[in-house]
């Protein structure tokens, strides 16, 4: 009995070390960085950076969280890239936070975010696929291809 108690606590350990936390919700008066958004007002579209120490950045969309990822110093003193844990986006069309690195974005789409143009997360290549379809999205991208300036870009309308 007291192996199979170990045992048992051994692989709930394995399990929730290979497992991500789900991120922190926003709080009523949390303000995206970059554009100073209250971010709780859009659920839908709320992408989140944990740090290490466990605190954490709401994005009122992927766009302004982008834009925050390429040079976090310019939004928040003292944050850098190697302090960051883990990077969540809300997938489009089941509203659920997943890692934002798994998830495939389209851009130049009919859908608008809270700011306008957005790179829209979506959880699959075959649901981004979908989506361009669906949506007259100009192109789908892993969060790699995503460039410093394809944010900017989407602000100006550019796609």
């Known amino acids: 009995m007291k192996r199979f108690a170990v045992f048992l606590l051994f692989a709930t350990w394995a399990l929730l070390a290979g497992a991500q936390a789900m991120p922190p919700r926003p709080g009523a008066k949390d303000l995206c960085p ?3 958004m209250l971010v709780a007002k859009y ?5 989140t ?4 120490d466990g605190h954490a950045h709401h994005f009122d969309g ?3 969280m982008f834009k925050f990822w390429f040079d976090p110093p310019r939004y928040v003193a003292g944050h850098g890239r190697d302090m960051i844990a883990s990077i969540w986006v809300t997938d489009f069309y089941n509203l659920q936070k997943m890692d934002a690195k798994k998830a495939w974005y389209v851009t130049g789409s009919d859908v608008l975010g809270p700011m306008g143009h957005e790179l829209v997360p979506l959880a699959s290549r075959a649901d981004a ?3 361009l379809k ?5 192109r789908a991208l892993g969060f790699e291809q995503v460039t410093k300036d394809m944010p900017v870009s ?3 309308g550019r796609f």
Do not use: R
């Open 154 to 156: 989407l602000d100006a």
């Open 43 to 47: 659920p839908n579209w709320v992408a």
């Open 134 to 138: 669906e949506h007259q999205g100009a």
């Open 49 to 52: 950076i944990v740090y290490k």
């Open 34 to 36: 970059v554009c100073g």
């Open 62 to 64: 992927a766009k302004d």
């Open 129 to 131: 696929e979908d989506f």
